[in-house]
């Protein structure tokens, strides 16, 4: 078995196409779940207790369902009840959807350990519940729970191969494809994991980054 330059040549304009996709998927998924995750965690700590229940237990369904057959349901099970998705669009909003349900409980725990003094200060303002979330809470809950949701940014983008069951050209399928067409898998698969590196270890290091930040800032202010 033999490095050949040549085919790295080959494939990597293939394999940079499908890290683009990756990067995408992975970007705007993140968005997606951080977005429906502060949802989730809101209709979680719901005085209903309909609501509250309810939010658990869908979470609960979602989390404990791998993200594999939930791509599959978004893409081949939709378009018999009429609902057709892109491949990129399916790929994406099960990402989202998927990881909501970790970023919620990131979420929960970061408005519940707000001190109970802002709330009351913000009820004797008169502050609807709205601006109490938006002008009070959230801007004190959010800065400890950036190192939690980088973290699930960097996972997310380490479970985007799974996307290719679901026809998604992203940066294993590009290799994946290549390689099944031309016989060659030791260039192709090892430029999938070094790309996976490049990306992932940087910044698995700015998350630590911030972990540790936020973790000092704390500490000064208590």
């Given amino acids: 078995m033999n490095w050949s330059w040549k085919v790295v040549y ?3 304009p293939q394999m940079l ?3 683009v996709i990756t990067v995408q998927a992975t970007i705007i998924g993140a968005l997606v779940a951080y977005a429906l995750g502060l949802i989730l965690a809101i209709m979680r700590m719901s005085n209903s207790r309909i609501i509250s229940l309810s939010t658990y237990w869908i979470s609960e369904f979602i989390r404990r369902t791998p993200l594999l057959v939930q791509l599959y349901f978004l893409f081949y099970v939709l378009p018999d009840l009429g609902i057709f998705l892109e ?6 909003i099960g990402l989202g959807l998927h990881f909501s349900t970790y970023t919620s409980e990131v979420f929960r725990a ?3 350990n707000v001190p109970t003094g802002q709330w009351e200060a913000a009820k004797s303002l008169n502050y609807r519940p709205y601006q ?3 002008y009070v809470i959230l801007p004190q809950a959010i800065p400890p729970m950036i ?3 980088a973290n699930y940014l960097i996972t997310m ?3 985007t191969p799974l996307l290719s069951a679901i026809t998604v050209v992203e940066l294993f399928n590009a290799a994946n494809i290549y390689s099944n067409s031309h016989y060659k898998y030791l260039e192709p698969m090892t430029l999938v994991g070094l790309f996976f590196l490049i990306v992932s270890v940087p910044s698995a290091y700015i998350a630590m980054w911030l972990e540790r930040k936020y973790q000092r800032r704390y500490a000064r202010n208590h």
Avoid: C
């Avoid at 491949?87 to 994406?92: D, T, V, W």
């Fill in 10 to 12: 080959d494939v990597l």
């Fill in 17 to 19: 196409e499908g890290l």
């Fill in 87 to 92: 491949p990129l669009e399916a790929g994406i």
């Fill in 110 to 112: 970061g408005i519940e």
């Fill in 132 to 134: 109490t979330m938006r």
């Fill in 147 to 149: 190192p939690p949701l």
């Fill in 157 to 159: 983008f380490k479970e």
